[in-house]
């Protein structure tokens, strides 16, 4: 390709909207173009990068035995209904009505399509397993989209969906997946982990997140550098403490901390360990009747050390809270602990709750609580002399790093990461909502085993960017560049001698397949080598006349503090060994 035959368009300043660095480079370099809240369009620059993405996965996808398809961007309502989701989805599932008022919805995503494609295509379990995928535009009406396309309304994914006979099938055909999402990571050339993750709303019981590392990631990735455990914030888990619980060593005190109502204050304010305190969150969860109201409330009481933080997902899974929790109203609050919030605790509680205390409290002693009396805590509190034993204890809290690995392997540590892929083992989630069976062998219907995995194809650049960037501009990896080679004649239009050079090389490289791009717009040096380094194509070759009289030319990778003479006659070759490495 010709630069005079492409579009270029840069700027030298970002939209004020743009917060981010892929945001802003990205709408810099001429890559995405803003047209509505959430929606860009992919101009010719980046969409370059886009299907070099798509390339790479749908080629590992078909290495897997996958098959591929195109489901409809809008579907009928029908299918989200069997499922539930059409209600339960949320403001984010744009719902449309046809001319004749028939309910529509534009897809975030295809489980319901396709298990209805399965439950009338795949009959037999001899059809069995089988693994369709997509590559297409999804849509999901964000309450606030931002940082470009890391969090947009319209956006393109790759989503799959495997079909299985049984649950030990359906296993190996997520392994499968999972393996393939590792091929794929790898050739995208970008610094990732996979880690064990909570399947949310959209069901399952095995589920992996794939996060690009960077230090802008919205997500939390915590992993043991000794050894293979890896999971996200939700996920992680916290040990419990090793050991017996310690013997009290002193009496209960009510002690006054007045206008102390932080666990910080009341540290400080002791003097002691923040970990010596333990603060107190108050959930409630509602019985319902029929017509959805409140029937009955249950307060609980969640002990935490003063230096953790609740893990939302966790305590969504506990027996009893798993139903859907709230946090208690202040009415609530009052009515059962005498205080406001600040001062809680769960000894001299007004009315019963149910205490659940997070591993690490369950074994504390002499610990600080609220004492439910505005500005008064106590201290030295201690299990089964001053209250009793909790009535659950559980892993209630995110990890921090330096806790003990749950594989015993060392300790944790916590970076951030952008999620861009996703592996779900579903089960029969959706082929038992929608009824989608096939004949097994014993001649009797059986629902299909399911299992459903992600990339997000247009969030990935960005990811790529967010992690691979400098105060020039962004720098891709070699198999996701819009061109992998740019060649940059000086006063190309002057000498005849640098236009031969250029053209002879551009030539020889394009015979060869690779992808290169010969800068002939006639730019001066510096505002072409700007173009370039803000675009971020890794390779570059600057042909000049003075270095030609040398029988050389300058070979520059966008890494490189300076560019490196090298001989005309053997570029051509360095940079198809360095591509080829």
Not at 334 to 354: I, R
Not at 381 to 404: C, F, K, Q, T, Y
């Given at each position: ?240 403490p090793a050991g017996p619980r310690p013997a009290a060593t002193s009496a209960m005190v009510k002690t006054p901390t007045p206008g102390k109502s932080t666990c910080a204050d009341v540290a400080e304010l002791l003097s002691v360990p923040l970990a010596s305190t333990v603060k107190s969150l ?236 010969l800068d002939d717009r006639g730019e001066r040096p510096g505002a072409m080598f700007a173009d370039w380094e803000l675009i971020g194509v890794p390779h570059r070759v600057t042909i000049g006349d003075k270095s030609l009289k040398e029988g050389q030319v300058e070979y520059q990778h966008r ?23």
């Amino acid at each position: 390709m010709k630069a005079s035959q492409f579009f270029i368009s840069t700027l030298k300043e970002a939209p004020a909207e743009a917060e981010v660095v892929s945001h802003q480079l990205m709408t810099r370099a001429g890559m995405i173009k803003k047209l509505g809240a959430g929606i860009y369009t992919y101009m010719p620059m980046g969409l370059r990068v886009i299907q070099k993405v798509e390339r790479i996965v749908r080629e590992e996808m078909n290495r897997s035995g996958a098959v591929e398809m195109t489901m409809p961007v809008i579907q009928p309502a029908e299918h989200w209904q069997e499922t539930g989701r059409f209600e339960k989805m949320g403001p984010e599932l744009l719902r449309i009505k046809d001319r004749h008022g028939r309910d529509f919805i534009v897809q975030p995503t295809s489980e319901e399509v396709v298990t209805d494609m399965a439950r009338q295509e795949l009959r037999s379990y001899k059809q069995l397993p089988k693994n369709f995928y997509q590559i297409q535009t999804k849509f999901r009406d964000e309450r606030r989209p931002r940082f470009g396309l890391m969090r947009g309304r319209e956006f393109i994914m790759k989503d799959a969906y495997s079909f299985d006979r049984d649950e030990a099938a359906a296993k190996s055909s997520y392994q499968v997946m999972a393996a393939t999402y590792r091929r794929i990571f790898d050739r995208f050339g970008l610094t990732y982990r996979a880690v064990a993750a909570d399947s949310g709303a959209i069901g399952g019981d095995l589920s992996e997140e794939f996060q690009v590392i960077a230090a802008t990631g919205e997500d939390a990735i915590v992993y043991c550098p000794g050894s293979e455990y890896a999971a996200n914030m939700e996920k992680a888990e916290a040990l419990a403490p090793a050991g017996p619980r310690p013997a009290a060593t002193s009496a209960m005190v009510k002690t006054p901390t007045p206008g102390k109502s932080t666990c910080a204050d009341v540290a400080e304010l002791l003097s002691v360990p923040l970990a010596s305190t333990v603060k107190s969150l108050v959930l409630a969860t509602d019985e319902l009747n029929e017509a959805g109201e409140i029937v009955k409330s249950q307060v609980w009481l969640l002990l935490l050390r003063g230096d953790h933080d609740m893990n939302e997902v966790k305590v969504n899974k506990l027996p009893g809270l798993n139903v859907g929790f709230r946090f208690a109203s202040l009415p609530e609050i009052e009515a059962h602990f005498g205080s406001k919030p600040g001062y809680l605790g769960p000894v001299n509680m007004k009315q019963p709750v149910k205490i659940v205390a997070d591993r690490e409290v369950a074994v504390m002693a002499d610990w600080i609580c609220g004492a439910n009396e505005i500005d008064f805590h106590f201290t030295a509190v201690n299990w089964g002399r001053d209250l009793p034993e909790p009535d659950m204890v559980a892993d209630i809290r995110n990890v921090v790093a330096g806790d003990s690995s749950p594989d015993g392997k060392g300790e944790l540590v916590i970076e951030r990461g952008i999620e861009v892929g996703h592996v779900f083992y579903l089960g029969t989630k959706y082929s038992q909502a929608m009824n989608a069976t096939f004949l097994a062998e014993n001649g009797k219907p059986a629902p299909f085993e399911m299992g459903c995995y992600g990339i997000g194809i247009t969030r990935l650049p960005a990811a790529a960017v967010e992690q691979n960037h400098d105060e020039r501009g962004m720098i891709w990896p070699d198999a996701l560049a819009p061109f992998t080679v740019v060649i940059c004649p000086i006063g190309m239009e002057r000498s005849a001698e640098v236009k031969a050079a250029a053209e002879t090389l551009y030539a020889e490289l394009m015979a060869d397949g690779v992808d290169v791009i010969l800068d002939d717009r006639g730019e001066r040096p510096g505002a072409m080598f700007a173009d370039w380094e803000l675009i971020g194509v890794p390779h570059r070759v600057t042909i000049g006349d003075k270095s030609l009289k040398e029988g050389q030319v300058e070979y520059q990778h966008r890494r490189d503090a300076a560019s490196t003479k090298v001989a005309v006659a053997e570029v051509a070759g360095l940079l198809k060994s360095r591509l080829n490495a």
